[in-house]
Every structure is written in structure tokens, then in C-alpha cells.
């Protein structure tokens, strides 16, 4: 990979301010620097100490990290816990009155509970799915608007030692269906409908069309929650939330599982059209949750209000919404709606309701908002903030600048925290009294987090050039492996190419001269759009199962506000079709993409060719694609296409 100029250039470098550093829980670069060299003079050691600081053990570990069968690490495998209970037992005696949830609905309606409710509303669940048979090792399949219900879910999960496998509300039936079946749940909960920016969409429809969609045998009940009051059908496997829980006890004696139980299971897109199932442990996990919290976050559980704006539908909703902040007794804020509802100043409208601190979104909500509004931060008080974080894409510098100044007030740091649905909790990021920002960079690795940039033979790359982003050592919060495929896991995550040991990535990287790490996108065919993944194969595979396609190729190009566009080259099975036809086609197809998959996934735009750009063997070429998508002249050479004509065509996108 080439070096990379442009990004060298900047230079703004912001050390944290001394007011920050003398209250931060990891105080200047030396108390960083300390911690680091613990963890490499001794790495177990350094992993035990953190794991007995954050965690409440049933029974105390003694084993640190197992690799005699490598890469299936195991982290304090014969220490016991409950990941429940650890976030909300152990704060009831000293903080039950302390609310844990602050919910923000789409209409702008507040409802708090305090740990005290919290506890007995996820022991009612837990009785509850107790009650319809659900034991430890059940998956149970969570289809739910952002509300304190999915965390309660979530919640009630762990505390019986079933796996849960959230859904994004954003997803169709059909991916639904496939994430049911491949992990084979008892149980979905869901709700009538989500609200969100006054529609509502209905997710109970969508539960029961998946389970017409194939055998879905395994699924013995389906749990309701009223959220809309929506109309639904009603079946005999389905049951009322309200009417489950009402009679069920206010405890439940949680199940003390082994720190390697697996926690959950979150689909993810990979190269291939099969999502991948990523299966987290309890210990390693909420250890990566509760250290990342007081870490990263530099969290103050007495006086943050912590808001992470994700849906628990993505990683960083299960690990910044539903555990991590409750792991640490702390306040935080959950949104049921969309940022520009009913207008473009939401965000900063509840930040000042709420006194919120510590603010966490992603790169493309950032520049949607500057877009809207650039302004608009200044009309509300936000003075409550202190810390503000990204996630889900690199930022640009210009909108890390932004968002340091118009809405941090140029006080508080910004910490752009680089990780993944597999790393489970954040990876390179600053800790924000110790660590100088610069714009668009994630910093440097957390402490014990040995990652580096290597070349695709796992040597070195001289600085300011790009290669593979790697993780030389196992970490407590990495996944497990992928549900039901351990050979997929092996195979994606630690390729023999690297010596079979080497967590890869996926992402390409480079470091500049001070070993600060810039990440520069992913090395393989996986799309972020919107700080979302998605598979370009994914997206191919839901094109050609519509009757009318015969082959299609899937690329991104750079997108203002989204990150990444999704263009979609398609080969119809007639002929190719132009003018009015060409246009009724294509939106038919964007449609047919997001029933297939989801909203998210529908193509940005559609361009049809009589063929596809192929070398003589029969391969798309894929680069030459991204160069048409962008616009951008052919400097490649194309003598070894079969068909050079087809360019022409596919230089047209559909109007
Ligand atoms: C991919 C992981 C981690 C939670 C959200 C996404 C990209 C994520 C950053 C960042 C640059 C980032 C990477 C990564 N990514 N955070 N701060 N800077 N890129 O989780 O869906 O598993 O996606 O998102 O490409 O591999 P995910």
C-alpha cells in the first residue's frame, strides 16, 4: 500500500487540559505509559489485576488466559459471575435510589428508573422467560425499538445465562429469519411497533413474516411488548410482555456461569452473504465494557449522565448502552428517535435536558448535523459537557474540529474510539487526561492492547505507509469465535498468512512518526455506511434473488455524509433497459434490497450494463468499478477485459 500524504499533513495536536488531567481517572502520559509497560512486562498479571478492579466475582478466577488451543483463547475460565448482577446487585445496597435510565421517547416524553426498579423489572423478565422454559445456553432472538424494555431483555438474559442475539429494528424480515434460524433461538421478543421520527414501523409483522419464511420450528414463543398500541395478529405462540411479567417475583437469583459462558451472539457482515455470528464470553466481555468505561470515558459514576446515541441493534449498543455504563452504577440516557426530530437540534436539545456529560455518535450523524445546522449547537446550553466521543468510521478532521469546538466549546476532549462488533469494547483510542488528540486520528492502543500495523506477511511497514491493522496478542473482549463456524473464524480472523496467532482486522492502518495510528478503511469487500457493515456480496446475493436479475456487483464510493454510497451494478436477465424503464426498474430494485435486507442497504444508486467488466478468467473487476462509481477517468490499464465496450455503459448512472 502506498504512503499516505494527505493525512500526514495535519498537524494540530490538542494535549488534554490540565483541568481534565487532574480529575481524570488515568491522570498525564505517564500513568498511561505505566500501565503499558505493565502489561508487557507482565501480560497476565496486568489482565488478572483488571479483571478482579472491575468485576465481582462469585467465584474467584485462578487460570488468567488459556491458549493451549489456539485462537479459541479462554480468559478466566474458572472464575464464576453474573454479568447482571455486576450491573445492578452490586449497586443496589449503596446506589439503588440512583436512576439508571433515562429514557428519551420519540415524542420527547421522559420515563427514569432507578437501579432498584431496573433490578426487579429484569428479575420479572427473567421469571418470566423462566416460566416458558428458557435455561441457560437458549438463544433468545431480541427484535426491539430503542427502550428500556430491550436493555431490561438484555438484562434478563444474563441474568438467566440464556445468549441473546439482538436484531437491528432497522432489518427485514428475511435477515431476521436467517439470524433466527442460524442460531436456532426459543424465543423472540419484540414489540407491536418502533416508534421513530413520528412513523412507526411495524416490527411484530415483520417477526411474523420471518417465521413463515422457512423452518423456524425452534422458535416456541414470541414475547410482545406494547410499545405503539399498533394493531397486530395474534398467534398461538405469541404472549403479551405486560401479561408474562405482571404476576412474576421482583428477584431472581441469577445463574453464576464460568467467565467464558457466552454472553451473546451479534450477527455482523463479512465478505461472504453469510452474516457472521460473533459470540462473546461474560467475563472478558463485561471486563472490556466496565475498563473501556472508566478508561475511555473517564467515567464518574456520581455525577455523569452518559449518553451513547447507538441502537442496541449494534455492538456499541450492547457494550455502551445496555452493560457498560450500568456495569459502573452510572446514569445514562437511552433515545427511542432519530437526530433531526422534530427538528435538527435534538441531540443538543436533550443533551441540555438531560445535563448530559459525556456524549457518544458516529461520524455521519456529526456531518448530517453540520449540514443541518452548523449553528444550532450555540442555541442550547451544553455547558454540562465534558467529554465527547466517535465512533464507527474515521472522522474527518474538519468534523473532529466541529465538534471539538461548536459543541464541546473547545473544553471538553474528544476521544474517536476505534474498535469492532468483534473487539467487543474499544481498542485504540485515548485516554483522555493522558493521551493528545489530533484530528481524524484514534491515538494510540489502550493499555495491554498490543496492536500494530504489519504487511500482508505480518512484517513491518515503515512508518506513514499503510498495511493490515493487527492485535499481536489475545485480549479478554475479543469474540470467542463465530457462531456454529469455527473454521470461518479461524480462517477471517487469525489466516495462517500471519502465522495463525495474529488477530486481523480487516482494516488498513498506518502510523505516523509519534506510532499515532490513523485507520484508512477496510481491506475487504465490507461497506460502512453510515458507521453500518455491510457485505458487498450481501447485497449482490438480495439482488440476483429478484426474478429479474441475472448478475450484479455491489461498490462504495465516498459519500459526503454517509461515508460510503452503495452503487449497485446490475445485469437484468432481458435486455438492458433505458429511459423511463431504466428508472422504474431501478427503483424497484432499491426497494426490492431493502425488503431483502433492510433500509440501510438500499442502493444509492443503480447502473445497468449488458455485461459486467471481466477479466479473461471470468473475474469482476472490482477496482475498475469503484474508479466508475467515483467518476473518475480510466488510467487503469483494460486490455485484459473481455468486453472494454461495457465501460461506456456503466458510466451512466440511472437519473
Ligand atoms: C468497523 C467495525 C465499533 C462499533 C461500531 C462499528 C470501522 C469503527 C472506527 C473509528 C475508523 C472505525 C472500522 C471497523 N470503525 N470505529 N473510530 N475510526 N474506523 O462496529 O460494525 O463491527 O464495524 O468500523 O472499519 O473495522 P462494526
Known amino acids: ?76 475460565d474458572d472464575g464464576e459471575l453474573n454479568v447482571s448482577w455486576n450491573c445492578l446487585d452490586r449497586h443496589l445496597a449503596a446506589r439503588g435510589d440512583r436512576v439508571a435510565l433515562i429514557f428519551e421517547a420519540d415524542d420527547g416524553s421522559v420515563t427514569k428508573v432507578t437501579y432498584t426498579e ?45 445468549i441473546h442475539s439482538v436484531v437491528f429494528g432497522g432489518f427485514s424480515a428475511k435477515s431476521l429469519f436467517e439470524r433466527i434460524t442460524d442460531a436456532q433461538a426459543k424465543v423472540v421478543v419484540t414489540a407491536d411497533e418502533s416508534l421513530r421520527g413520528g412513523k412507526a414501523v411495524p416490527l411484530k409483522r415483520a417477526v411474523d413474516e420471518s417465521l413463515t419464511m422457512g423452518d ?67 467475563g472478558g466481555f463485561l471486563l472490556g465494557a466496565a475498563l473501556s468505561m472508566h478508561w475511555v470515558f473517564d467515567a464518574k459514576p456520581d455525577s455523569d449522565v452518559f449518553w451513547c446515541t447507538a441502537d442496541v441493534g449494534w455492538v456499541t449498543g450492547h457494550t455502551y448502552v445496555a452493560y457498560g455504563p450500568l456495569a459502573l452504577g452510572m446514569t445514562e440516557v437511552i433515545f427511542e428517535g432519530i437526530p433531526t426530530f422534530p427538528h435538527a437540534g435534538r441531540f443538543w436539545e436533550v443533551i441540555a435536558k438531560h445535563g448530559v456529560t459525556t456524549f457518544y455518535t458516529a461520524p455521519t450523524a456529526i456531518r448530517s448535523l453540520i449540514k443541518l445546522g452548523a449553528d444550532l449547537p450555540a442555541q442550547h446550553d451544553l455547558s454540562s459537557l465534558r467529554l465527547l466521543g466517535s465512533v464507527g468510521e474515521p472522522i474527518n478532521p474538519e468534523a473532529w474540529m466541529w465538534y471539538q469546538q461548536t459543541v464541546g466549546g473547545g473544553r471538553c476532549p474528544v476521544v474517536d474510539t476505534w474498535w469492532q462488533t468483534e473487539t467487543g469494547a474499544h481498542m485504540i483510542a485515548p485516554l483522555p487526561g493522558a493521551v493528545p488528540t489530533k484530528p481524524g486520528s484514534c491515538t494510540l492502543p489502550l493499555p495491554g492492547i498490543m496492536a500494530d500495523v504489519t504487511d500482508e506477511h ?137 425488503r431483502e435486507i433492510g433500509p440501510i442497504a438500499r442502493p444509492d444508486e443503480i447502473r445497468f450494463g449488458d455485461n459486467l467488466p471481466k477479466t479473461r478468467s471470468g473475474k469482476i473487476m472490482r477496482r475498475l468499478l469503484r474508479a466508475i462509481a467515483k467518476g473518475e477517468e480510466i488510467a487503469q490499464d483494460v486490455s485484459t477485459l473481455e468486453n472494454p465496450a461495457i465501460l461506456d455503459q456503466l458510466k451512466e448512472a440511472v437519473k
Request: charged fraction near 20%; hydrophobic fraction near 40%; aromatic fraction near 10%.
Open 1 to 76: 500500500m502506498a504512503a499516505i500524504k494527505s493525512i500526514l499533513t495535519e498537524t494540530r495536536v490538542f494535549p488534554p487540559a490540565e483541568a481534565f488531567v487532574k480529575q481524570a481517572n488515568v491522570s498525564g502520559m505517564a500513568a498511561y505509559e505505566a500501565l503499558c509497560r505493565q502489561a508487557e512486562t507482565d501480560y497476565e498479571g496486568f489482565w488478572a489485576d483488571r479483571a478482579r478492579q472491575h468485576i465481582t466475582w462469585k467465584t474467584p478466577f485462578t487460570h488468567v488466559l488459556d491458549d493451549s488451543n489456539a485462537p479459541f483463547y479462554k480468559w478466566f
Open 118 to 162: 431496573l433490578h426487579a423489572r429484569v428479575c420479572q423478565f427473567a421469571n418470566g422467560l423462566k416460566s416458558i422454559g428458557v435455561e441457560k445456553g437458549d438463544r433468545v432472538i431480541i427484535y426491539m425499538p430503542m427502550s428500556i424494555e430491550a436493555v431490561v431483555a438484555m438484562q434478563a438474559c444474563a441474568r438467566i445465562g440464556a
Open 216 to 282: 423456524t420450528s425452534s422458535v416456541e414463543r414470541v414475547i410482545v411488548y406494547r410499545r405503539s398500541g399498533g394493531a397486530v395478529n395474534w398467534g398461538a405462540r405469541d404472549l403479551w410482555w405486560h401479561e408474562l411479567t405482571q404476576t412474576q417475583a421482583e428477584t431472581c437469583e441469577p445463574v453464576w456461569v464460568s467467565a467464558e459462558h457466552p454472553l451473546f451472539i451479534l450477527y455482523t457482515s463479512g465478505s461472504t452473504g453469510k452474516p457472521k455470528g460473533v459470540q462473546h464470553s461474560s
Open 458 to 594: 505480518g512484517g513491518p511497514v515503515a512508518k506513514g505507509h499503510g498495511g493490515y491493522l493487527v492485535i499481536k496478542r489475545p485480549f479478554p473482549f475479543q469474540l470467542r469465535t463465530l457462531w456454529g463456524d469455527p473454521e470461518r473464524f479461524k480462517k477471517t480472523y487469525f489466516p495462517q498468512e500471519l502465522g495463525g496467532a495474529t488477530y486481523l482486522a480487516g482494516d488498513s492502518a498506518h502510523r505516523d512518526e509519534d506510532g499515532y495510528f490513523w485507520i484508512m478503511g477496510r481491506v475487504d469487500d465490507v461497506l460502512n455506511v453510515s458507521g453500518h457493515r455491510l457485505g458487498t456480496m450481501e447485497i449482490e446475493s438480495a439482488l440476483v434473488s429478484n426474478l429479474r436479475v441475472a448478475e450484479a456487483a455491489v461498490v462504495g464510493r465516498p459519500h459526503d455524509i454517509k461515508g460510503e454510497a452503495v452503487v449497485a451494478y446490475v445485469v437484468l436477465k432481458g435486455t438492458r433497459p433505458v429511459g423511463a424503464e431504466a428508472k422504474q426498474v431501478a427503483a424497484e430494485l432499491r426497494e426490492w434490497v431493502a
